[in-house]
């Protein structure tokens, strides 16, 4: 998913270009434009537990506006913190858990502070780039 500026609606893409030190191409992040400040480690790249999403969406009976980058299923996010992992070509580091925010909260009209507690997702640095696509599956690396 891509926001070219700072709350500005996100949008899915099939694909996205993910740049080293910068972010995928288009989006808020990349562009230097997002919420918060963009080139500190683990700014380039958020990802989210399409399970969690599920989960939280069933119980609010509504869709999360999430607003991180990639949405993967069948991987242990919290795990890849301090870790390399590839997702498709792309290689990334895990930098830290993407814990939910006031933003994030207000966006949504409430109820995903709490819920996303260690369960929001990873923030992630690019270390080597190329193109991401959907089905791409994250794979660790050592």
């Known amino acids: 998913m891509l926001a070219p500026a700072a709350e500005a609606p996100a949008h899915e893409v099939g694909r996205a270009l993910a740049v ?4 995928l ?4 992040y990349a562009e230097g434009s997002g919420t918060f400040a963009s080139g500190r480690p683990g700014s380039a790249l958020t990802l989210v537990d399409a399970d969690v999403l599920d989960e939280l969406g069933a119980a609010r009976g509504a869709p999360v506006d999430h607003r991180r980058n990639v949405v993967v299923r069948g ?24 814990e939910p925010c006031a933003h994030l909260e207000r966006l949504n009209a ?3 502070l709490r819920p996303l507690v260690h369960r929001g997702g990873l923030r992630a640095d690019i270390v080597a780039g190329g193109t991401l696509h ?9």
């Open 20 to 23: 080293p030190g910068r972010g």
């Open 25 to 28: 191409e288009g989006d808020r």
């Open 75 to 98: 991987a242990d996010l919290n795990a890849m913190v301090g870790h390399a992992f590839a997702i498709g070509e792309v290689v990334c580091r895990g930098s830290r858990l993407c």
């Open 110 to 112: 409430g109820g995903v």
């Open 134 to 142: 959907v089905g791409d599956k994250v794979v660790a690396r050592s």
